[in-house]
């Protein structure tokens, strides 16, 4: 019988070295997972169908990102998006140039309310393509697969509840 509080591998100097390293994966592994749980950058989308739908979104912070967008992309799924940043209202125009998958635009104030968007945006594979400006001033623009607004109900005045997370390209500044 093992005295209460004894450790029999305790003295045996093989079995620390085994230990240090379980005890130091399983922390590795529980700090991995809670960081990449947290950090990934969504839009919750109020949908009247189905209550509340998260799309993952990629971001487009800088102007080179922003001027390349979602271009030559094949496919982008029902959950994901790309959230444009433009870190001052105004009213950004977009085109389809070279963008091969039909969007829906929610143009977005600083609060994430819905003060404009566009639907059924087909590609445009020949100049002149058409322009598409926001009729309001927004702090963001929200691309996502088109038949998004009309699926879940989406209008102007709905809000989008952004999760922009910190250490991500789509944090405030």
């Known amino acids: ?9 305790s003295s045996d100097p093989r079995c620390r070295g085994p230990r ?15 960081g990449c749980g947290g950090a990934q950058p969504a839009a919750v989308l109020p949908s009247r169908s189905q209550g509340a739908v998260e ?27 790309m ?3 433009l870190r001052g209202e105004d009213n950004p ?12 635009i929610f143009f977005l104030d600083k609060d994430g309310r819905v003060v404009d968007l566009v639907e059924r945006l087909r590609p445009c594979p020949e ?7 926001s009729s309001a001033p927004c702090q963001y623009a929200l691309e996502v697969a088109a038949g ?7 209008k102007k005045g709905d809000r989008i509840e952004l999760r922009l997370p910190r250490g991500t390209d789509c944090a405030p500044k």
């Open 127 to 133: 100049d002149p393509c058409p322009v598409y400006a």
């Open 93 to 104: 125009s977009f085109w389809m140039k070279n963008t091969y998958v039909s969007l829906d």
């Open 83 to 85: 959230l444009f940043i």
């Open 20 to 34: 240090r390293v379980w005890l130091t994966a399983v922390v590795f592994l529980a700090v991995a997972a809670v």
């Open 1 to 9: 019988m093992i005295r209460p509080g004894a450790d029999p591998q």
């Open 148 to 154: 998004t607004a009309s699926r879940h109900g989406i």
């Open 55 to 81: 799309i993952r979104l990629e971001c487009a912070a800088t102007p080179e990102e922003r001027q390349r967008g979602l271009m030559f992309r094949s496919n982008l799924g029902e959950g994901e998006g």
